[in-house]
């Protein structure tokens, strides 16, 4: 079955999966590896393709969606602040941009904000922050970390993969063993601006973090005067359980970064600034879209509902409910299953992708980190039933591998 044919002005949109695919795969840059599957339509924690065929999404738009496909408190606003004005750059103010920037200050008690519309752009200014505000320029990240895949970013990001191709990168980065206070206390110099730490490293695995280390992250910056640098761009937002994952701890980040579902699925990031920094320097950064306003109206609808709907407490119960559950499957091929709220990793003791693949089948998408870990990042408005129908796709299709 195909869709009914639409058009945009004089041009015409494919309808059906192999029109879409073939289209994308004659024009698209090449540098993605996609699934075979044509992605239409939208809601909640669902998704169709173009032929109808239904979906239970974990992939969450790469855990973009925490409020869901199309939430109608987002959709809503988008509309309403597409018909007043659809762009204003910063060095103009604005309506939405200034009561985004304030909820984002008092959401994470920091001081100022600095709005990027990608992940890789919130940590980029972020570095660009930690050294002007330091006059520093090291930077240290850890071992299976993931930033990002601009230059900055990309120097920061662990994996040598992403990496190598692109040698040089900046220089002074360097990693150490994630969990590993004692080796960070070695790295840390007089010149080291800023620590960068994921709170559940995501890409890499799925691996949350120790409260001493991340905690005594904090200590060693406070007292070696280099900043702290938490990357939130896939914790945030209620996914672990708290609004922000850094709230698990006792920590107050220097430098927040954020993005992915700050804007319930538009294109949006931001960088937040403790109150103890001042505020930056002027012209030593700025962005052409950066705080866009279809792209605040976006994110305060989804702050608001994140809010109102207590989703990260529903990411905390179901986390722990679906972590039990995954936990109760008695396959010879799970290593083990960790996770933080709807954060959540199955580390097998194989490749990860025929499995995937065979998730697929079942009408399930989620998603791999690294090559042996199966990850979970569903919209957090996803029900109990849905999970549930998650768990035994999993343990059918890890039974029958
Ligand atoms: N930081 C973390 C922790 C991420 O997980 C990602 C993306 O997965 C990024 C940064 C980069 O974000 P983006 O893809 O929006 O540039």
Redesign the pocket.
């Known amino acids: 079955m195909s869709g009914t044919s639409v058009s945009i002005g004089n041009i015409i949109i494919p309808s059906d999966s192999e029109a879409i695919m073939t289209l994308e795969g004659q024009y698209s840059s090449g540098v993605y590896g996609k699934r075979p599957l044509a992605i239409v339509r939208g809601k909640g924690a669902r998704l169709w393709d173009a032929e109808g065929k239904e979906y239970i999404d974990c992939v969450g738009g790469?855990?973009v969606v925490n409020v869901g496909h199309c939430n109608p408190a987002v959709v809503q606003a988008i509309t309403q602040q597409a018909q007043t004005l659809l762009t204003c750059p910063e060095m103009l103010h604005n309506n939405v941009r200034a009561a985004l920037q304030a909820k984002l200050c008092q959401l994470a008690n920091m001081g100022r904000v600095f709005l990027t519309n990608?992940?890789?752009?919130?940590?980029e200014a972020a570095f660009k922050f930690a050294r002007i505000l330091t006059g520093r320029t090291e930077i240290i990240a850890c071992m299976r970390?993931?930033?990002?895949?601009?230059m900055g970013?990309l120097s920061a990001t662990w994996n040598k993969k992403y990496r190598e191709p692109f040698m040089p990168l900046i220089p002074h980065i360097s990693h150490v063993p994630f969990n590993n206070l004692e080796k960070l206390d070695q790295a840390i110099s007089d010149q080291t601006a800023a620590i960068i730490l994921?709170i559940v490293?995501?890409?890499g695995g799925v691996h949350p973090v120790d409260a001493d280390f991340i905690e005594g992250a904090q200590r060693l910056c406070r007292e070696r005067g280099a900043l702290l640098i938490i990357?939130?761009?896939?914790?945030g937002f209620g996914r672990t359980g708290k609004m922000f994952a850094y709230q698990h701890y006792n920590i107050e980040p220097d430098l927040l970064?954020l993005?992915?579902s700050i804007a319930g699925g538009i294109?949006m990031?931001a960088v937040l600034i403790n109150n103890r920094l001042g505020p930056i320097q002027s012209q030593t950064h700025g962005s052409t879209f950066g705080g866009n306003p279809i792209a605040c109206a976006a994110a305060l609808a989804t702050i608001d509902y994140i809010e109102t709907n207590h989703l990260d407490t529903r990411a905390a119960e179901l986390g722990e409910w679906f972590v039990g559950r995954l936990r109760r499957i008695e396959s010879e091929q799970i290593r083990v299953v960790r996770g933080k709220g709807l954060m959540v990793g199955i580390e097998l003791k194989q490749k990860v992708t025929p499995y995937l693949q065979a998730l697929m089948g079942e009408n399930i998408l989620a998603l791999p980190a690294g090559l042996t870990v199966m990850r979970f990042l569903p919209p957090l408005v996803i029900s109990k039933e849905e999970l549930e129908q998650v768990a035994q796709a999993v343990e059918k299709v890890l039974l029958v591998k």
Not at 231 to 235: G, P, R
């Open positions: 790469h855990g990608s992940g890789t752009e919130s940590v970390a993931f930033h990002g895949r601009t970013s994921e490293q995501g890409e990357d939130e761009v896939q914790t970064c993005a992915k294109p990031g």
